[in-house]
């Protein structure tokens, strides 16, 4: 029964690197048919009052939300957390650690795209920013599309801003450990995101799952804008494999960027048990 709520657990606002304010997205979601929301924006959790009181205003249930960035074995992956306190000390002080040093790798990405002759990009990628504490690569490829250095953003993420490439910067995020009990010790629900996303060996993604549940995890996104068919497949048996409950997010940002809009995934498989099921004391 609850398989028919159309929850949609994953999205980006313009408090991180979203292009809509959060009161758009609830007009969003509300238009999509989206029952159950919750808005994650990377590390960061100044649009969740904004989000709440617009869920309400639209009629739809709300979860507070959150996308942490993570380091593990060298890799960034993604967890969100559903569910937390927003007021949360730990938490707060946990995710501004996170954000920290995000400006001077901006300075950094800048001068590595300077050495190849695109100069300006870092005031460039500021006149995307919503927010100072958050300039993330989504605002630096909005701007490089802008100038014409490339005809669309994942050509810029392929081009120049990932491992190798002159606009990356190593960075090193939140620990998993830390991230998992920031969430679950805020009262909400730790789970992985975009899992096909990360670029590990059957090996690491094996040892990723099994620290992940053993720091207290409880979910992963089974249906998410960023997965094939046959991802789903293979994180639902993951689910079961690793005891998981499944979450479903599209992890929209921007209205023609996104390839998956508000509350327009499948259904969760029958046999999973979705993530909400166990959250039911914190929808708002
Ligand atoms: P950052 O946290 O600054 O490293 O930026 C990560 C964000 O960049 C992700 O949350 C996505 O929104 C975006 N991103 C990463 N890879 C891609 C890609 N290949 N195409 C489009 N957006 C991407
Ligand atoms: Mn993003
Ligand atoms: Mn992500
Ligand atoms: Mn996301």
New binding site residues.
């Given amino acids: 029964m609850t398989h028919l709520i159309n929850a949609d657990l994953h999205c980006?606002s313009t408090v991180s690197?979203g292009t809509l304010e959060p009161e758009a997205l609830a007009l969003r979601a509300k238009a999509n048919g989206v029952d159950l929301w919750a808005l994650t924006d990377?590390d960061e959790l100044g649009g969740q009052a904004r989000a709440m009181q617009a869920a309400h205003e639209a009629g739809i249930d709300y979860l507070t939300g959150v996308e942490v960035?993570v380091t593990f074995l060298h890799v960034?992956v993604?967890i969100v957390g559903l569910g937390i306190d927003p007021t949360n000390k730990d938490l707060l002080e946990g995710l501004r650690a996170t954000r920290g040093g995000?400006e001077e790798r901006a300075r950094e990405m800048a001068a590595g795209l300077a050495k190849v002759g695109i100069e300006g990009v870092f005031e460039g990628a500021l006149k995307y920013v919503g927010n100072p504490e958050l300039?993330?690569?989504?605002h630096f490829?909005r701007y490089l599309v802008e100038a014409g250095v490339c005809s669309d953003?994942?050509a810029v993420?392929?081009k120049y801003?990932?491992e190798g490439k002159p606009g990356f910067v190593p960075?090193r995020w939140a620990a998993l450990g830390d991230a998992v009990r920031w969430i679950t010790q805020a009262g909400g629900m730790a789970v992985i995101a975009h899992p096909a996303r990360y670029d590990f060996t059957p090996t690491q993604e094996y040892a990723l799952f099994t620290e992940f549940k053993a720091h207290g995890g409880q979910g992963v996104e089974v249906l998410t804008g960023a997965h094939s068919p046959a991802d789903a497949l293979k994180y639902a048996g993951m689910c079961e494999e690793f005891g998981l409950l499944a979450s479903r997010g599209s992890d929209f940002?921007s209205p023609g960027e996104s390839r998956i809009d508000l509350g327009q995934l499948p259904d969760l498989p029958g046999n999973l048990t979705p993530v909400w099921e166990l959250l039911q004391n914190r929808i708002h």
């Fill in positions: 980006h690197d990377h960035s960034t993604h995000r300039i993330s690569r989504s490829a953003i994942s993420f392929r801003l990932t960075h940002h």
